[in-house]
Every structure is written in C-alpha cells, then in structure tokens.
C-alpha cells in the first residue's frame, strides 16, 4: 500500500489504492470531492457520477469528516487541488462512518484541550508530533555520535534535586515517594561507570504557578560529562542545539511551513551564541526594556523581555548562588557565584536549558546541604560519589517540550505536547 506522500513524490501511471480518514468534503451535482489524508500528507479525491454507480456515488457524496476509508483510482496532476495532484476514484470502501466530528477549528482553547485525543489529528498537531520526533532523535543522534551512552535512572525518587517546594507526593506502600523532579543526580552515578551518559524522560514538578512555559509533567533530557567544566559543557550544548536546530530545518520543512514558522529566523540560531555573566545581563537589564538589581530572578516575564531583543540563543553564566540549588561549584575567584549556564531562547521565549559544573569536594556538599536544610543520610547515595574516586564534572538539563515551543514559535506549552499536564489538566 502507497502513502499519499509517496504519490505525490512519484506520481504512478496505474491505478493505486490509498486509505486514511476523509479530512474534507464538497459536493456539487456529478461532482463529489473528498480530500483525504493519511500520516503522510493530504489528496484531492474526486468521484465522477460517470465513473461509479449511481448508490455508490450517493454513499460517497455523503461521507462525514473523519470517517475512515480506502480508494482506488487515477492520479493527475492539478494545479488547484490543495497538494497539486487528484485521484480519480474507481472504488472506495468505507470502513468506518462518523457522526459529525466534534473538532473543528473555531473552538475554545478548552473544549480543544477536552479533545486533544481528536485534536492530535489536525494538520497543525500532525505537523507538531513530527517535528517533535526529529527534536527528539536528534538530541539522541547527537549524544551518541558525541559517545555518550543512554541510561536510565528511576523516576520514583526518595529525594528531591530542585528544592521542596515542587515535589509530587506519592504513597509508596505505607512510605512516601516523589515523582522524580530531575535524573541529574542518578546521572552523576552513573558517570563514574560510564563517563558521559544522558537520559530523555519525563520529570514532574508540581507547579502552582500557570504561566505560558510550565508544564507539571515536561520530557527533560539530561546530559552529564566526566573530566569537564562549565565552559566546555556549554561548548557540547551549543553543538548539540544547532545539529536539533540543523535537523528540523532539513527533516521538517513542510510542517514549519504548515505552522507559519519564520524558517529564516530560526536559522539565526545556527551562528554563535553569546555568553553573558548574570553580572553583565543585569547591567544592561534597562537597555533591554527590563531594569533588574543583582539578586533579581529570571521568571517568565523578565525573560520574555529580555529576549525579544535577541535573534540567537544567549548562555547566561555566574549566578549568584543564593539563587540557584545547592550543588552548583562555586566560582573559585568569586565563590558568592557560580559556575553555571542558563541557555535562553531568542524571540522572547527564555530558559530551555540550565546546566553547570557540580561541587565535586565532599565538605563543601555537605556545608552547602546543610544551608539548605537538608539531611545527610536522605543523600547517602549522591554523597558517596564524593567519597570514592571523585572527579570534576558538570551536566545540564534541557527542557524538550520549551525547546519545541521555541523551534515552533507556539504561544503556549500546552500546544507543544500532545496532552499536557498542568495545575487544571489531568485529562484526556
Ligand atoms: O533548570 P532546571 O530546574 O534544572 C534542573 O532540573 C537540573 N537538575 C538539570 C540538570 O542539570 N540535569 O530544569 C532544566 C530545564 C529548564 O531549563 C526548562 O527548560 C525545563 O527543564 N523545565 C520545565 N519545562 C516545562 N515545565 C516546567 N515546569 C519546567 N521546569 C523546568
């Protein structure tokens, strides 16, 4: 069996069968036109009364949106069909017959989210899902060719990583679990074995706030590298973001084209990205339409600001560490800051990555654990890496749904995974 894609590509002299779901229909007397689509693309189909019996002809002329079908019939070219060429059906068989279909495109953003599960169907989120798979094996193509391994840590963690204040309780056999809110550090294990390793899974954050970038349940993929400081992780990084960047731009033409993506602007990110100390961004925060003082916090609105004046990624390095976790190594010239990296999307979308090197000397962990409150024996495990063999390394975490909504220019996280779960959404 073709695709439509296929087709399209090669046109074939004989007659073809096709099969997919009826995305359009338009009627006029001998005339009946249906535009079917399949994963791959979309046909203008046309049945001729002259062509097929007459029941059959009235069975044709009266499909609904959504029913699913096969076709058999002559491909030719024609400049106004929708994708230029039309197959001229001989037979059809109908394995499915819809009432009307809920969905439409003039709904509300919430009956939409109510039926995402029909939704994921349209053109848009067709194009959506697969620009998603390029972003995802790209990151994974790059690591590997980079000799990474891919690990897998667990999601069901005793201990948070990114602070209290965000972690999922679960009941876990009369104990109680939290639903993983980063693999960084079962990812520092596992680089004692392996050196550099990554994971793509999900990480859970129970975020009160709503906000346009936030999800409950975001794909995070980690990287962590033995042997390697802040500057030479954000040297991976920046590979590792123009080959995804390079990726969707050769695989996934089309479906920018279908979401009216600037193809040109997104290249702009394929040339250096700067780096700025957090020091520096302050300093020049009003000449960006955002005046901060040092000790400010990047938040979603400062963000969006700030990086509507940029037109290519920044990394923003040396926070001050009163406003990061604990386990970030401080700066040796200036240990009230930190060898860290935020990577910040250009075109106003902000943080997609955050990374860094992590405190390799045992003490100085312990010293940072205790300022935040937290209790050795919770972190005995994390803490033993310190103790034998330990070694100078860094790691980040980039966030894949923000990076999508970035590669897509989407308006909001929820449109850039297929069923996002926020404060309100559990379903469908
Ligand atoms: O900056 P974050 O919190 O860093 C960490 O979790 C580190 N432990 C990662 C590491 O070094 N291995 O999160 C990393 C990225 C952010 O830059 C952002 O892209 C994404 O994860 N992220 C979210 N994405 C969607 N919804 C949320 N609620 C997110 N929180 C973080």
């Not at 980040?396 to 297929?418: E, Q, S």
Request: proline share 5%.
């Amino acid at each position: 069996m073709f695709s439509i894609q296929d087709i399209l590509e090669n046109p074939p002299s004989d007659e073809v069968a096709l099969r997919g779901w009826v995305y359009r229909i338009r009627s006029s007397g001998k005339l009946s036109f249906m535009v079917l689509r399949d994963a791959t693309n979309i046909i203008q189909c046309v049945a001729r009364k002259e062509d097929i019996a007459e029941e059959k002809f009235k069975e044709f002329s009266s499909l609904t949106i959504e029913s699913s079908i096969s076709v058999t019939g002559k491909v030719s070219k024609d400049e106004r069909a929708p994708t230029g060429y039309e197959l001229r059906i001989t037979d059809f068989h109908i394995f499915q017959r819809n009432d009307s279909f809920p969905v439409s495109k003039d709904i509300s953003e919430d009956f939409e989210l109510d039926n995402r599960h029909l939704w994921i169907r349209s053109r848009e989120f067709n194009a959506i899902l697969k620009i998603r798979s390029t972003v995802f094996t790209a990151f994974r193509e790059f690591l590997l060719k980079e000799g990474f391994y891919d690990v897998q840590p667990p999601l069901m963690v005793s201990t948070a990583t990114e602070g209290g204040a965000t972690l999922f309780k679960v009941p876990f056999f009369g104990d109680e679990a939290y639903l993983t809110q980063s693999s960084q550090f079962y990812l520092e294990t596992f680089i004692f074995s392996l050196e550099k390793v990554f994971t793509v899974s999900p990480s859970f954050r129970a975020e009160k706030s709503r906000t346009w970038r936030h999800l409950t349940e975001y794909w995070h993929a980690e990287g962590e590298m033995a042997w390697i400081n802040n500057e030479g992780m954000m040297d991976v990084e920046e590979k590792l973001i123009h080959y995804i960047i390079s990726s969707v731009i050769e695989k996934n033409e089309a479906e920018l084209h279908i979401l009216n993506r600037d193809i040109d602007a997104l290249k702009e990110s394929l040339k250096p990205f700067t780096r700025m100390r957090y020091s520096d961004l302050i300093k020049n925060s009003a000449s960006y339409g955002m005046p901060l003082k040092y000790g400010d916090d990047l938040g979603a609105d400062e963000e969006r600001q700030i990086m509507s004046n940029f037109k290519t990624p920044i990394f923003v390095t040396h926070f001050p560490a009163s406003l990061k976790t604990f386990y970030h190594q401080p700066d040796p010239s200036n240990p009230k800051e930190i060898l860290c990296h935020d990577l910040l999307a250009p075109e106003g979308y902000g943080e997609v990555l955050g990374g860094g090197e992590r405190i390799w000397d045992l003490n100085l962990l312990l010293e940072r654990m205790k300022e935040s409150g937290l209790k050795e024996e919770d972190y005995y495990w994390y803490l033993d890496l310190r103790k034998y063999g330990s070694i100078p390394h860094s790691g980040f975490g980039l966030g894949l749904d923000r990076l999508c909504l970035w590669i897509m220019h989407l308006d909001k996280i929820t449109n850039a995974i297929p069923y996002p779960r926020t404060i309100r959404r559990l379903k469908p």
